[in-house]
């Protein structure tokens, strides 16, 4: 039996169903674990995504995109191939793919991680029999602290600045990131403002019914807020 799964030029391909999980290239019909420029593309005819990344997608892709979405854990068939999208817990609307076709189970996780956090859904355990895995950081060396730790750190360095009159900078990746760092910071220290490129994406996470503080956005050629 050939694999359910398979590499092409153009990605990672399921030929009984005839459909793309993360493309490379353009494609006709494209399934994607989530938004990040690494796994969306622009450019395909149709894009399917878990329901609560639309906006998300919609921001990366334009408005011109066809994207089609699925509430996690819905099954719907393509050619005779099931599909779920489950969560991932990476960022807004992450999912893993589950592809079950003549009693094989094959699911693809793209990024995900394994800790709560408030701005997307938790990580789900999928049974299955092909595991296909991200492991940015795989490997036992790492061992990430938990959020509330984080998050004290984070406030105790804010609030020390501000009593002394100095701008806390905080640099993360404008998507995902950016938004679980906001969900962390304490607003009763001081006013919160963002860079144009994660403004956008914090309000598609707004629009998706996540809850940020108060965030405003840094005025454009702005030398000083």
């Not at 699925?70 to 489950?86: A, C, N, P, R, T």
């Not at 640099?171 to 009763?188: E, F, I, M, T, W």
Request: net charge neutral.
């Amino acid at each position: 039996m050939s694999d359910l799964l398979e590499i092409n030029p153009n990605g990672l391909y399921c030929p009984a169903g005839d459909f793309y999980i993360d493309p490379w290239r353009q494609v006709s019909h494209a399934v994607i674990t989530h938004a990040h420029a690494d796994h969306a593309r622009p450019g395909s005819d149709r894009y399917l995504c878990a329901s609560p990344g639309k906006h998300v997608l919609r921001t990366r892709m334009g408005n011109n995109a066809t994207i089609n979405t699925v509430k996690y854990g819905e099954h719907f068939s393509v050619h005779g191939v099931d599909i779920s999208l489950h969560p991932a817990g990476h960022l807004l609307g992450s999912s893993q793919v589950r592809v079950h076709h003549q009693g094989v189970t094959w699911v693809v996780t793209g990024d995900y991680k394994l800790q709560q956090d408030s701005t997307c859904e938790c990580f789900e355990s999928v049974p299955c029999d092909v595991f296909v895995t991200e492991s940015t950081f795989g490997l036992p060396v790492y061992r990430w602290p938990e959020p509330a730790t984080v998050a004290n750190e984070i406030n105790t360095w804010w609030r020390a600045n501000a009593d002394s009159g100095r701008t806390s900078v905080l640099l993360s990746y404008a998507l995902g990131k950016a938004q679980r760092v906001a969900s962390l910071l304490d607003p009763s220290i001081g006013p919160i403002y963002g860079h144009g490129a994660v403004m956008k994406l914090v309000e598609a996470y707004r629009a998706s019914g996540v809850r940020l503080p108060p965030i405003d956005r840094i005025p454009p050629r702005s030398r000083k807020i």
